[in-house]
């Protein structure tokens, strides 16, 4: 059974740093792109960012330069650093497989995890 799990989310202030973590069970996620979105109140889930199975990775304009994703295949997770975080990026952070398609829609990912929480105070 494919599981991914997310961690490290907080209520942080504007300007902190947080990284989110994104742990696998039952694939071999070197295997896998790993694309990261999150979901505001309200909103549309939305892209992020992601990283290929041969490690290039895209950003959102929204958190290009702040963002960074990288993985640890050794312990089969895939990581979200943020850097100077906005009141903006405050949302519910979601990490899932790439399957095939548009990298920036969600209908490309599949075995998505549960979300963890990011909330950035002004």
């Known amino acids: 059974q494919v599981q991914l799990v997310e961690s490290g989310g907080g209520l942080v202030q504007a300007g902190d740093s947080l990284r989110l973590s994104c742990a696998a069970s039952?694939?071999?996620?070197?295997?896998?792109?790993v694309g990261w979105f999150r979901q505001a109140p309200g909103k549309e889930r939305e892209f992020v960012g992601r990283?290929?199975?041969?490690?290039?990775?895209d950003y959102a304009n929204s958190v290009k330069g702040r963002f960074t994703i990288s993985r640890d295949n050794a312990k089969n997770t895939v990581y979200l650093q943020m850097n100077s975080l906005k009141p903006e990026d405050t949302a519910l952070y979601y990490c899932?497989?790439?399957?095939?398609?548009?990298?920036?829609?969600?209908?490309?990912?599949?075995?998505w995890g549960q979300g963890t929480q990011v909330t950035v105070s002004s």
């Open positions: 899932a497989c790439y399957r095939g398609g548009d990298y920036g829609a969600t209908t490309a990912y599949a075995y």
């Open positions: 039952g694939l071999t996620f070197s295997s896998y792109g």
């Open positions: 990283i290929t199975w041969l490690d290039t990775t």
